[in-house]
Structure formats: C-alpha cells, structure tokens
C-alpha cells in the first residue's frame, strides 16, 4: 500500500512521468490516475521513441495494466525521500508486530 500512496500523491500534484513497459515502449505523460493494481492512466501522452512506434503518434491519453509495466520513472523534484523511508519503517514495525502474534 506504500506505492500506491505514493503514486496517489503524484497524481495529486499532475506529476509527468515516464512508463516503461516490458516490451520496451516507453511513453510519457500526466499522471492522471492511479489504483490499488498500480495501473496507471496518463493524459497528454507522448512516445519516446516515435520512429519506432508510429501509430502511437496520435494517442493522447492511455490506460496502462500494472503488470506490463517495468519502469515509472520519475521526477527528481517529485521525491520526497524521507516520506518514503518513513513509510518504509512504519509498514516494516506494522508486520513485525503482526508476525509476533
């Protein structure tokens, strides 16, 4: 639930990332939406790579299946580190109290 948090913060500040997927399309654009399967929905999309996918040249918004994707690359800007090692700790303590039940 970590992530998802996380990329619901992103979608919050209209953050623009980057999705690679497995079959190596990259494609950017307005974090738009985000769900509990980490599929992702961008608006004002963008093809990295256009010579090698031509027909994608005129799709402005996507819906992207969680499991096909590799990469989000994101914006440095949009990191907040210690949020996120925070929430690492926490959720960390929170199963090892559940363990020792």
Same mark, same amino acid.
């Given at each position: 639930?970590?992530?998802? *948090?996380?990329? %619901?913060? =992103? ?5 623009? @990332? #980057? /999705? ?12 738009? *939406?985000?769900? %509990?399967? =980490? ?5 004002? @999309? #963008? /093809? ?54």
């Amino acid at each position: 639930m970590l992530f998802f *948090s996380f990329f %619901q913060t =992103l979608v919050e500040r209209n953050a623009q @990332v #980057t /999705v690679e997927l497995k079959n190596d399309l990259c494609i950017t654009g307005t974090l738009h *939406s985000v769900d %509990q399967y =980490l599929n992702v929905k961008l608006n004002n @999309v #963008t /093809v990295n790579d256009p010579e090698k996918y031509p027909h994608l040249m005129s799709v402005k918004n996507c819906f992207i299946r969680g499991s096909v994707v590799r990469y989000v690359h994101l914006p440095p800007s949009e990191v907040d580190t210690e949020l996120l090692q925070d929430g690492c700790r926490k959720e960390c303590k929170q199963g090892l109290s559940g363990q020792q039940k």
